[in-house]
RNA sequence: GGCGGCAUCGCCAAGUGGACUAAGGCCACGGUUUGCAAAACCGUUAUCCUGGGUUCGAAUCCCAGUGCCGCCUCCA
């Protein structure tokens, strides 16, 4: 059994082996925070921390590095249009910085409630500025790039290798069907390293080429040479990236370095909403604040990884609400195996328990290994569901140290790596607890008395009042149990 | 126009040459359990877009067709 990936560079799965043992370099391309996170950016941010918390399970120690974009991305890629940074801070009249700041809160609260482990490093932009002239310094030195009118382009025709991930042809891109010509630039497809600040501009730090800001590739080649090094093993991002962002990533760094940028190249695919792509411009945008009122982000997050991270995700309430029920039902036994874990005593182990528990295990793991197939390793986990449903409801004692067990299996596949499994459901939330805990036992045992009596018309009352505010009660051979349901 | 991807049960979605007489979830129906419920369990529901081909053997490979989608503007 070894970890293997899809590398979008070769077009094929490869096992996974890290160019220093035991350690892994990952840097993944962050967000443009210039607006608040949308269901495509949990996408591709789960998709990402589930390889991280999978590498760590693995035992490699990971260093995780996204950036945050927070200069140079213009709102179009043929170096001509303004910086979304810039612009969004001018329409909400607050300046670049605070809004900056503004959506890169928005954005880790966002990825918090998701459950995704913060990245170990978060490197802006902006404050990599030198690092970033000290590339461009390296790449004109060897004849890479220019210097034109006050901005840098690079030259795309002296990377022999350009294309190879994107399979662009040279040719093809300076026909360049959609690309403007500017006259600064040598060839149409050569790309801007660093852009010349036009007076008025705000964002503007000073370069020996005059005052300017960098263009919106050099930032990720910059920063993950300085902490993850000239060759990294994984660099992460969504498939649109690949094109041109990631070629001209690969065009800097390797012109700068004469060695590999990257060893895996992983990409996610894209969302779609109801079979149509998302995008600012049709309208159709889900904003994750939107989708968590409706939605409890780890239902997001469950929803997400049902699917394949390179296959397109379509994002409908029916399939939320179906995503919804079916992590409900895995809670269910959760809460069932929590409670049950409350008052245990030491006793006996069911029957081949433990070879069940490696076997469920070992499929998980085969799962994950095949290129992150996260709807399989799920799959496993209802299958686990169903076999623990049944011992739990056999009425037969099950000793502590077993419950303890499969608990534990249920923490580290579902908690730890795939981060759906709250160490606190919301269920078994405390905050008013125990308050409503002894009313809810009150209330229960005296619903039991009502019961025993066979006063079936008020204990149906309690019952459907208690629904009616969120609370349901399930009728156990053991004893009546409540939870919260949403 | 160039490049790439996808098409599997009512819906979502794994599987990419042989344990597939195709996983898992949702929905529906029947049953067990229950005072009735809920929860849970059991059962029922597909030959894999179409047409050719390769192979002892294909959902899985090749060719053609049809349909959908993405990138080359915005966007993870």
Redesign the pocket.
């Known amino acids: 059994m070894a970890l293997k990936f899809y590398n979008s560079l070769t ?1 094929k799965k490869e096992i996974f082996t890290p160019l220093h043992e035991g350690r892994v370099t990952l840097y993944v ?4 925070v ?2 608040h ?9 789960v998709s990402f921390d589930v390889i991280v918390r999978y590498l760590r399970y693995l035992g490699y120690k990971v260093r995780y590095v996204q950036n945050i ?1 927070d200069v140079g ?6 170096d001509t ?1 303004e910086d ?1 940074i810039v612009k969004r801070a001018q329409r909400e009249h607050v300046e670049p910085a605070e809004l900056v700041e503004i959506y890169t809160r928005s954005y880790f609260e966002d990825m918090d409630a998701l459950n995704n482990v913060r990245p170990d490093i978060s490197p802006r932009a902006t404050a990599h500025i030198p690092e970033q002239i000290e590339l461009l310094e390296k790449l004109i030195e060897k004849g890479y790039a220019y210097v034109s009118h006050g901005s840098v382009y690079f030259e795309v025709q002296k990377f022999k290798e350009y294309g190879k991930l ?4 040279q040719e ?2 300076d026909a ?4 403007e010509i500017n006259p600064e630039k040598r060839n149409p497809s050569d790309f801007a390293l660093w852009k010349r600040a036009e007076p008025g501009h705000i964002m503007r730090w000073k370069s020996p080429w005059g005052e300017g800001f960098p263009g919106w590739h050099l930032e990720c080649s910059a920063m993950s040479m300085k902490y993850l090094g000239q060759t990294i093993d994984i660099h992460g ?9 990631h070629e001209c990533e690969i065009a800097q760094s390797e012109a700068a370095n004469n060695q590999p940028f990257v060893r895996y190249w992983i990409h ?5 909403v109801n ?8 309208g159709n945008f889900i904003t994750l604040k939107d989708a968590f009122k409706k939605y409890r982000p780890l239902t997001v997050r469950f ?1 997400i990884l ?3 991270y ?5 994002f ?1 309430n ?2 939320l ?3 919804d ?5 895995l809670y ?2 959760i809460q ?1 195996l929590r409670e049950r874990l409350a008052y245990a005593q030491d006793g006996s182990t069911p029957p081949h328990l433990y070879e069940r528990l490696e076997h469920y295990k070992k499929a998980f793991i085969e ?1 994950m290994d ?2 992150i ?1 996260t ?2 390793a ?6 686990v ?6 011992l ?2 056999s009425g037969e004692e099950i000793g502590k140290k077993c419950l303890e067990d499969i608990h534990a299996l249920y923490q580290q596949l579902g908690g730890d790596i795939l981060g759906i499994i709250p160490d606190v459901l919301e269920s078994e939330q405390k905050g008013e607890t125990d308050t409503l805990k002894n009313i809810m036992g009150m209330l229960i045992d005296t ?1 039991c008395e009502l ?1 025993k009596a ?1 006063q ?2 008020l ?2 009352f309690i ?1 459907n009042k208690l629904l009616e505010v969120g609370i ?6 053991d004893g ?1 149990v409540w939870r919260k349901i949403k």
């Open positions: 077009k391309c962050g967000p443009t210039y607006d996170p949308h269901i495509g950016h949990a996408k591709s941010y974009t991305h213009l709102t179009d890629n043929a249009g979304k994107s399979g662009r042809k093809e891109l360049g069907a959609r690309i991002g969504g498939l649109e990236n690949i094109f041109p962002h996610n695919n894209m969302v779609t079979g149509q792509k998302m995008g600012k411009s049709l929803f049902t699917t394949h390179r296959s397109p995700l379509d409908s029916e399939a609400d179906a995503a029920k079916g992590l409900e039902r269910n036994t069932h799962a095949e290129d197939n709807s399989d799920i799959a496993v986990l209802f299958d569901s169903k076999e623990v449903n049944t739990l409801n619903r019961r066979k079936w018309q204990s149906d019952r349901t009660l399930e009728d156990k051979p009546t």
